[in-house]
């Protein structure tokens, strides 16, 4: 079982960037999938969520700027991020969530660095 995150780096203030979670050694398609991120010296902060049906909820300072999408056929989930700005730099992690059971699990992070 698997979660990999990809997609972050350093991009400069208001800029995008696309973070990608790819899921192995499980079928994705029956989970929950949520983004959060965890900056320097503050605690770990959801971000957003999408449902096995699709439907989706966002923490609520992010709206509009961030859009969370999953595609089950590539067993990935994605985290569009826009008009980036430096609060935003942090390590993003994804993680899946089988509803009603202990099922439970977590990608290593990648960070993303938002700096001119």
């Known amino acids: 079982v698997q979660l990999v995150e990809s997609g972050g780096g350093l991009v400069q203030p208001g800029g995008s960037l696309n973070l990608a979670c790819a899921a192995s050694?499980?079928?994705?398609?029956?989970?929950?999938m949520r983004w959060y991120r965890r900056a320097p010296g503050k605690e770990l902060e959801f971000l957003a969520r999408i449902s096995k049906s699709g439907s989706t909820t966002y923490e609520d300072s992010l709206k509009g700027r961030f859009t969370i999408s999953r595609d089950n056929a590539k067993a990935t989930a994605y985290l569009q991020m826009n008009s980036l700005k430096p609060d935003d730099t942090a390590v993003y992690y994804c993680?899946?969530?089988?509803?009603?059971?202990?099922?439970?699990?977590w990608g290593q992070g990648t960070q993303v660095t938002v700096s001119s």
């Open positions: 050694g499980f079928t994705l398609r029956a989970y929950d």
């Open positions: 993680n899946a969530l089988r509803p009603w059971s202990h099922d439970n699990y």
